[in-house]
């Protein structure tokens, strides 16, 4: 039997990581000014390479590019006897699926109307907008426990 060693490839997505950071920020962002009776900027991924044009059909996708992630998988997946661990392909299609699902939303809440998309919003906002909240605490820490879980010193 021939000798296989596995190594974790896979690690936080770049994208990923900034996504999730600048949702929490701008959460953050909203609820304060909403509380306070003030406008709110609207949500635009433009620090992550997106002009902010909805016009930009193709330039929208750059805040959600999986590529960091897809390659990862696609390393974990194609040597025989030097594969990636089993926690590689839960790290890179968790990031792959949440991103896409951030597109998807991202794109569907343009079909809103106003007061509709506003009542379904701001409590979410809040909880979003928290240290502890889903895109720092919930997403990126449990991609970062399955890094943990599957290092080098470990089985799997």
């Given amino acids: 039997m021939p000798n296989v060693t596995t190594t974790r490839k896979s690690d936080i997505d770049p994208t990923f990581e900034k996504q999730l950071t600048e949702m929490k920020d ?11 009776g003030k406008q709110v900027q609207w949500n635009m991924p433009k620090k992550l390479g997106w ?20 390659e990862k998988y696609e390393e974990a997946c ?4 030097a594969p990636g661990r089993t926690g590689d392909l839960i ?40 240290d502890k909240g889903t895109f720092k605490f919930i997403m990126l820490d449990y991609v970062r426990s399955i890094i943990k879980q599957t290092s080098e010193n470990q089985h799997g």
């Fill in 26 to 36: 701008q959460a953050k962002d909203d609820f304060e000014q909403r509380s306070e």
């Fill in 51 to 70: 002009s902010g044009d909805l016009w930009d059909w193709e330039g929208m996708k750059k805040p959600f590019d999986r590529k960091f992630s897809n």
């Fill in 78 to 81: 194609k040597e025989q006897m």
């Fill in 91 to 130: 790290i890179t299609t968790t990031q792959i699926g949440l991103l896409s699902t951030m597109e998807r939303a991202f794109r569907a809440r343009h079909a809103y109307h106003f007061p509709r998309g506003l009542a379904q919003n701001i409590s979410r906002r809040k909880g979003h907008g928290e």
